[in-house]
């Protein structure tokens, strides 16, 4: 497992980004041969658990790539204890639509989030980030 200061310049990567928390509170990523399996890893995209997140651009919200990786799914975070706490808000297949749609939603977006998102491929699906 490597540590990566940058997920978004992985999500353009041949294989999945994987996200996992470590005791320090920092990221841990590591990069799968096979996407589908590792994204599987987790059944539901709307859970704390997914593996594909890409960024948390503010507080209560996060970008991750879906199930198919054939877009990137902005989501807000319900309030409460739900089991998958996660809904989404918006889906792109650019990063153009994908900044756009977190300014519009976000406000002002973290600093690393957006040197993250900046990093993205231009689309994501055949030719972007599989």
């Not at 890409?54 to 989501?75: D, F, H, K, M, T």
Request: hydrophobic share 40%.
């Amino acid at each position: 497992m490597r540590e990566y200061g940058n997920p978004g310049a992985l999500a353009g990567a041949s294989g999945a980004v994987c996200r996992h928390a470590t005791a320090a509170g920092t990221a841990q990523l590591t990069e799968s041969n096979s996407p589908r399996q590792s994204i599987g890893a987790c059944e539901h995209e709307t859970a704390d658990a997914w593996v594909a997140i890409i960024a948390y651009p503010a507080s209560g919200w996060r970008v991750i790539i879906c199930r198919n990786e054939l877009q990137w799914i902005l989501q807000r975070r319900k309030n409460g204890g739900a089991e998958r706490p996660w809904r989404a808000v918006g889906y792109c297949q650019t990063r153009k639509a994908l900044v756009r749609l977190c300014a519009a939603f976000c406000g002002r977006l973290d600093p690393s989030a957006t040197g993250i998102l900046a990093s993205l491929p231009e689309t994501i699906g055949k030719g972007g980030a599989r």
